[in-house]
């Protein structure tokens, strides 16, 4: 790096792994936080996450030309899986080095979930390695909910929002008739329920699932069949919600469309509603299997703007942290022990964070193991709170401006 002392402070973002409904808020956010600083320089981005660093060429943020990004789903700066190497002089580690150099990088924000806090402890490893004067922060997100040391996660909110309207809908909808379906609803989660347990906030609208399904229970053909066969002849109607990552006794994976594994080895999961549906169907039994798949993290069009604002929240508390010096850690979101909700931020170290997904709690599922307890409203409603139309003129959702 320079060997001339600077006073203004150039800045690097990038993200990893699958986005959220509100990934993009918390780049709005560390915007704002680096424009207000007054010893602020250059604001880059990496895209597609790793790809541009390894590659030498980063994009440059007009600061001055922000476009609106709240209900943009995806990733405004492009994301990409990849686990970096734990040798710094592996020839891939000398190419984001070399990057960062070049651009003479202060500091690097890296925006994600687990996988994506261990490339940001990587990097941290390799900046200290090289005794570079660069700081690595983290800023977390995702659907799942899983980040040690995190209540809750931006992302999240905006997800079970969606679910939870999702089972409400398709709920109402098989009511029409006087004999309908099992309707059996399949969320994303593949190692923690939090997302698929948000379905019970459909009860607050008098559409109680029948049963819902976590990856933290062992699942059990035989027994979802008995039942479910039980209810729609006693009902007429049955109402299912399974996370994607449900298991059996022995921990296999009930079904999946493919064996693939992604660049962190985690098995690509789906396809376990439409399996389900068909062992419905066996029994000569109306059925349906409702895969919500990538609209649990691209649902922009409903958004808690609770969950908006504490994407911002996490990004600018980020920036703060760098202000103060800290370097090498995530920022965490939790709450505030008040009677009425408000957001608690706080830090953990990178290598705390990194690859240990959080589980839903116990006590959160019913003794059975096929449903949510009550008492996760209390957890989740707080998270789901706000609204706002994210639509344009034209009917069709408000996306900012293009790259």
């Known amino acids: 790096m320079s060997t001339m002392k600077r006073t203004s402070t150039n800045l690097l973002y990038l993200q990893s792994g699958g986005p959220t409904a509100v990934i993009n808020s918390s780049f709005a956010g560390l915007v704002k936080a680096f424009q207000k600083d007054k010893n602020h320089g250059h604001f880059y981005y990496s895209h597609y996450g790793v790809k541009g660093l390894s590659e030498g060429k980063l994009v440059e943020v007009d600061l001055e030309k922000v476009p609106i990004l709240s209900f943009r789903p995806g990733s405004y700066t492009g994301s990409l899986r990849k686990k970096l190497p734990s040798d710094s ?14 651009y003479q990088i202060d500091v690097v924000f890296f925006n994600g979930g687990n996988d994506s806090m261990d490339s940001a402890a990587t990097l941290a490893s390799y900046v200290k390695e090289r005794n570079l004067p660069i700081k690595v922060f983290g800023i977390p997100k995702t659907i799942d909910n899983d980040l040690t040391g995190c ?3 931006p992302g999240f909110g905006t997800a079970a929002k969606f679910v939870a309207n999702s089972t409400i809908a398709i709920g109402l909808d098989d009511l029409s008739y ?3 379906r099992v309707n059996i609803i399949e969320t994303m989660g593949r190692d923690s329920g939090f997302v698929t347990a948000s379905a019970v906030l459909a009860s607050l609208k008098g559409i109680k699932p029948d049963y819902i399904y976590v990856p933290e229970v062992p699942f059990s053909i035989p027994d979802f069949l008995a039942k479910c066969k039980a209810t729609y002849s006693k009902k007429g109607h049955c109402l299912v919600v399974v996370s994607e990552g449900i298991r ?3 921990g296999t994976l ?3 469309d493919s064996i693939a594994k992604d660049a962190f080895n985690n098995r690509q999961v789906g396809g376990v509603g439409k399996y389900l549906a068909s062992l419905i169907a066996q029994e000569g039994i109306k059925t349906r299997g409702i895969e919500l798949s990538l609209l649990n993290r691209a649902s922009s069009f409903l958004p808690s703007l609770t969950d908006i604002k504490e994407a911002e929240g996490v990004a600018s508390e980020a920036y703060r942290c760098y202000q103060k010096g800290l370097t090498g850690v995530m920022v965490t979101l939790g709450r505030k022990k008040e009677e009425k909700y408000a957001p608690l931020y706080g830090t953990i170290a990178l290598e705390k964070a990194k690859d240990i997904a959080r589980t839903l709690p116990k006590k959160y599922i019913n003794k059975a193991g ?3 307890s009550a008492s996760y409203i209390d957890y989740v409603l707080p998270l789901i709170q706000g ?7 034209d009917g069709l959702l408000n996306i900012g401006e293009e790259r």
């Open 248 to 250: 059996d006794k022995d």
């Open 387 to 393: 609204n706002a139309i994210p639509l344009s003129n």
């Open 370 to 372: 096929d449903n949510i």
């Open 151 to 153: 209540d809750h996660t």
């Open 89 to 102: 002089t592996d020839p891939f580690a000398e190419k984001i080095l070399k990057t960062l150099i070049k």
């Open 254 to 256: 009930i079904a999946t």
């Open 178 to 180: 006087e004999k309908g």
